[in-house]
């Protein structure tokens, strides 16, 4: 989403040049990522729809941030970009590459979207590993096995995003071993994943706060 706050961003000199440089990215590869869709126009349950908010791709820029905040190999970590839209930001995981790239969205519309920007992406070299897009409310999603990067631009409300850090803990109870990262952008509800005692705030910086589930157990 993108609150208040992050749409007056988007009128500073830094914020022009990255819209430039996204608008850039579409026309290199045909894609579709970076024309903006209200709410209203989109496949939302009403239940859904208030917990929800307007598609706005994510910067190019803010991955790079992330993963270098994170001071990760991201060919060590699957990447799961929760509330991927149009799937710009999956297709550049796919491109450093990741080990695997995955988007979940519930909007059927921009799912759609995102696997016609893949398939495009994909056909003119741009990916290293094959784009991944899963359907369907995020609370619901089960993460896949292995080291995770969690990617969310604040796509959503506090009530699915609990369900999301449930399905990551229980991720982190199967195989306490392995590392789970959050990296939240515009992180309006941060507080409600610092509150959790199986997740600690690593680091922030530049409108983005890099969580670690830390779930223990007692052998």
């Not at 988007?10 to 903006?36: C, I, K, M, N």
């Not at 349950?45 to 270098?68: I, R």
Request: aromatic share 10%; with cysteine; charged share 20%.
């Amino acid at each position: 989403m993108k609150t208040g706050l992050a749409l007056m961003k988007r009128v500073t000199p830094a914020a022009r040049a990255a819209t430039r440089a996204d608008q850039a990215f579409d026309r290199q590869w045909g894609t579709d990522t970076s024309r903006q869709i209200g709410m209203n126009a989109l496949d939302f349950p009403v239940t859904l729809k208030n917990d929800s908010f307007h598609y706005q791709a994510s910067g190019a820029h803010v991955l790079d941030e992330a993963v270098a905040l994170a001071g990760i190999d991201p060919a060590d970590y699957a990447f799961i970009d929760y509330g991927c839209g149009k799937g710009r930001v999956v297709l550049l995981a796919a491109a450093k590459p990741f080990a695997r790239a995955i988007g979940v969205e519930y909007s059927a519309l921009l799912t759609d979207i995102a696997e016609a920007n893949s398939t495009i992406f994909v056909q003119r070299g741009g990916a290293k590993v094959l784009p991944e897009f899963w359907q369907g409310n995020a609370a619901d999603y089960a993460p896949p096995a292995g080291a995770l990067f969690c990617y969310l631009y604040n796509s959503f409300g506090a009530a699915i995003l609990r369900g999301c850090l449930d399905r990551l803990e229980a991720a982190k109870a199967q195989d306490p071993s392995r590392p789970i990262l959050l990296a939240y952008i515009n992180p309006q509800f941060g507080d409600a994943v610092s509150a959790r005692p199986t997740w600690r705030e690593r680091t922030a910086a530049n409108d983005i706060c890099l969580f670690e589930c830390v779930v223990r157990f007692d052998p």
